[in-house]
């Protein structure tokens, strides 16, 4: 239902707009939360796009920052780029500081420069604060304005401490620290309403507190938050001072992130390319890729210029050739993409890889017996020529075989290397497949050449 | 740190293990949270992991249940078949109505009916409830536990009834309800403490509430939770009554389940497929995918047939032709990539796909020409045969155009018929490709025939 007011509402700014009726353009998204006017600017055209920002910029600063914060720093920096650097000041200051700072290290090095300066000084300075961290770490994606109590307080002055408290719609829990400001305990909302008002924190506080450091990777910070079902992490700097906070929200915005990185990664795809990016920017993106696939695929074919006189003989050799290449790396892809996986959600490491090694050969040879078989009578129902029939399905297992083998192996080392296997171990993986394919298969062929009959 | 102690506590439980000392086993392992236990599980051989399961099961039957519940169904299967039904009743009925399911349902019909029969009855009835819902649902997923109160309530009325209330460890919303419990708003915790007492909930609630049906899919819950930024979504059945609740949590293991299940589906393997799935069970989910590749495979190599002479007099064909279908692949799958990301992230719908369609087609044909215009270097500089130069790089600008299109059409033709554009977009987008750059290469290459040079 939401969904179709949702929808709806497009098509009236549309009409409002070309009316230029602003100000019932702003009053319509009003009525809406910024993550639907998001869902409605993006079903705008570009002009349109940046006339309701502008409109939404005069008339409801708030609601135009929150829907830039919606719309992510792709699709957002299309609506900045038409402002001045005082008018994206002024919108990025309504952001909590780490939405903020992902807008500030996406603008052009000038832009941002003049944007920080003149932002509010408090504003300005956390920002930059983060932005000292590098990028994926906890302390880059952290809100700093995170709420902490003393331990020497009582449970009736933290909830007084609540009541007085500025901007505090997402707290889940209430960090406890020491006079240092070290982190020592945490306290949740419904436990302060369950003992009486004179409890010291003190003796309700858990002490054992689940928290990352500024420098913890965000991939881990989201394994951690999703292991134990947390709502909120606490930050903390090398001495253990409570420095930030990062919520769940922003842990599912990580999570989406990283599974969408692996999936584009493995696809040879830059993360940032998406369905929006100007054909320009996508086509310079995915040339570099394309281009290591291009040399990849004319090294294995020298392998087939290699056999070019027993292809000369018996041409229907090349009507299978990009069988067994292809179908080893179908089944390599199946196991990369098993253990790929594996090891983004953590089940597969070095340390328990050696079953994951063997299980993979072992499905990759079975698969391969299969298959062979198969294609093997398929080619004599076609071909009529034994002989070609065991070339392929021998083939085939061998590719398959070791399409299984190199499949796991490959990821896990480079993982060994600190190199990302869903990026690297593709390209790796069907370089080794189509060689093995046509070795196997043209050798095979040519070594018993003797015994094929021209067809 | 904590993962340092939990590595270390593996060795630990073996050499206990190994000693028999099954009380200091138990007893280390309660100072983990569960979460660290699974992971310790997981470390073990197999025969370790049933008897440290048996020992906590005697011993510690809460860590033993939210141990399992860690482990999920995949891994917690095998812990739970060496157990009698009336074992399996009481660890189950440990666990949240959601989570006792979907262990229920991933049992064979046999013992989930006798375990059902064995568990607490209101447990039972609870379980069995859920499992009314289809898999994937909103009312599958759910806990039926949800705290709720009647809209009559004053603050204090609230407070009270927060106190007094069992098991109520994740509630971070107070959804208020009519008297026939129509869900009519929502309070936070953190409104009850900001107002006098003998406030009314009326008065505070939000009665724009964002809920979902129990047949709302649960991707399209998890979506709704993201993307406003919820910590709990309420479920309703198709009167408006308040039914259930899903927490961020399970939102969070959906989103991750759902990335799997793409990422898996792109690559053909079942999304139950995993490193520590036996050989046997991964070669019968592998072999169906790799069945219907090879029939495609073979259809795409009667056009090669069909070219026979052609390539028999010139066998050199022969070495560029899985170039040409292997790049049309590659850029295809970019493509493909980018456009099912964006279809299950919500970015692209059916109506704004025009501008999406168009922009592939470009990128396809710009990268058709950079690789096509390389290729044919390389081949000229490799075989010194202009004409051979100008048909491989005829093809594959023609193929990488075809990719771009077919490759962005696919998915979403899949989606609008309601198909998963993960699962079947690939093998038919590389159909086209092989197809396509079988066709082009080799028609190009006969139809010049004549002014080829035999080399």
């Not at 809406?32 to 600017?41: G, L, N, Y």
């Not at 709502?231 to 599912?252: H, S």
């Not at 009507?319 to 080893?328: E, K, Q, W």
């Not at 790396?329 to 890889?353: C, D, K, P």
Request: hydrophobic residues 50%.
């Amino acid at each position: 239902m939401q969904a179709q007011k949702v929808q709806m509402a497009g098509g009236s700014v549309r009409k409002l707009l070309r009316r230029n009726a602003h100000g019932h353009v702003a009053n319509l998204l009003a009525k809406f939360r910024s993550a639907d006017v998001a869902t409605i600017i993006t079903s705008l055209t570009e002009p349109e796009r940046v006339s309701v920002f502008s409109i939404l910029m005069k008339r409801n600063r708030a609601l135009a920052a929150e829907t830039l914060n919606d719309l992510g720093p792709e699709r957002g920096l299309e609506l900045l780029a038409p402002l001045k650097s005082n008018e994206i000041s002024e919108v990025l200051q309504e952001l909590e500081t780490d939405d903020a700072a992902v807008f500030i290290s996406a603008l052009p090095d000038q832009t941002a420069q003049e944007v920080l300066e003149q932002m509010r000084v408090d504003a300005s300075t956390d920002v930059q604060g983060l932005l000292q961290y590098p990028p994926e770490t906890a302390g880059r994606i952290m809100t700093p304005n995170v709420f902490f109590l003393s331990e020497e307080l009582s449970v009736s002055e933290a909830i007084h401490a609540i009541q007085t408290a500025e901007d505090l719609e997402m707290v889940f829990y209430l960090y406890v620290v020491d006079d240092r400001r070290h982190l020592v305990g945490v306290v949740s909302l419904r436990q302060l309403l369950m003992v009486p008002p004179s409890t010291p924190l003190k003796k309700i506080m858990t002490t054992n507190v689940i928290s990352v450091k500024t420098d913890t990777d965000q991939e881990e910070v989201a394994r951690q938050v999703a292991l134990y079902d947390l709502l909120a992490i606490p930050v903390t700097d090398p001495e253990n001072k409570l420095v930030g906070v990062i919520t769940v929200d922003d842990v599912i915005d990580v999570i989406k992130e990283e599974a969408t990185e692996d999936i584009f990664h493995m696809a040879g795809v830059d993360v940032h390319d998406h369905v929006y990016t100007p054909v320009r920017t996508s086509v310079k993106r995915r040339l570099p890729w394309l281009g290591i696939n291009l040399v990849t695929a004319l090294v294995a074919a020298t392998v087939v210029a290699f056999f070019e006189p027993t292809i000369a003989r018996f041409s229907f050799l090349a009507v299978f050739l990009p069988v067994v290449a292809g179908m080893g790396g179908n089944s390599g892809t199946q196991t990369l993409t098993v253990i790929v996986r594996g090891l983004a959600l953590g089940e597969l490491t070095w340390a328990n890889s050696r079953t994951a090694l063997w299980k993979e050969s072992m499905v990759g040879l079975a698969n391969g017996l299969a298959m062979g078989f198969l294609a093997g009578v398929a080619a004599y129902v076609w071909k009529a020529n034994l002989i070609l029939s065991l070339v392929l399905a021998g083939a085939m297992i061998i590719n398959m075989f070791v399409a299984g083998l190199t499949g796991s192996v490959i990821p896990l080392l480079l993982k060994k290397m600190d190199v990302d296997p869903a990026l690297a171990s593709g390209i790796i993986l069907t370089t080794f497949t189509d060689v093995t394919g046509f070795l196997s298969f043209l050798g095979l062929a040519t070594l018993l050449l003797h015994y094929i009959p021209v067809s």
